[in-house]
């Protein structure tokens, strides 16, 4: 990889995209579906990861390939036939305010080439794309990026809402490294994949537990 610092930028937590504050749907799976340790945490996880994370990653990958050849119409349907793949109004929303927290923050420090057309509030997984681009990145990079945002986020948030020990937590995501790093080889693979022919596995249950968890009048995150 030619530019791994890049890689490692863009999928440090620490970059003020907003991730911080989201849990990516443990929350209200810890409370609705009663997620109680790490081995559940880690099924958790692996499912979200081979689903709405397959979803999200294929995506960053075709927006990372249509960044790079400029075809900013392709940008604008991406982000309009993921839209469609989600089904839930409350996760719409979260995934718009996150693409627009990590566009605003990306292009403070890198010049992102966005399409006139386009909204300022693309979808998560596109910007994620064109962010990759910018940065001289694969679209199977792009993916991975997406991969590791998709289970870290909900991990980080296990260990304040589960209290489980942190180093647990981290073990079962060392334990998921060899599986993200071959779903971001098939996400890479849709890099030139048609809209219309790009996966859309669902995911119900986190569909739900998103719509129930927008309504709590306490909660510690986002999502």
Sequence with gaps: MAHSAALL??????????????????????????????????????????????????????????????????????????????????????????????????????????????????HQPVVYGMAAAAFGLAPTEAALIVLHESVAGPAAAAVKVLSVDPFAVQAALARLTDFLDTLAQQAGEHADTPPDDLPALGTPLLDLAAEHHRNWGVRLFAS
């Design 9 to 122: 930028l863009l999928a440090d937590g620490r970059l003020p995209a907003g991730g911080y504050a989201h849990s990516g749907g443990l929350e209200p799976t810890v409370h609705i579906h009663g997620l109680t340790d790490v081995a559940g945490l880690e099924d958790f996880l692996e499912g979200r990861a081979a689903t709405a994370g397959l979803v999200a990653a294929s995506f960053a990958a075709a927006a990372c390939r249509a960044a790079q050849t400029r075809q900013h119409a392709l940008l604008c349907e991406l982000d309009r036939q993921l839209d469609v793949r989600t089904p839930s109004k409350a996760t719409r929303a979260v995934s718009r305010a996150l693409g627009r927290q990590l566009l605003r923050a990306v292009t403070s420090i890198r010049s992102i080439d966005v399409p006139a057309q386009a909204r300022r509030d693309m």
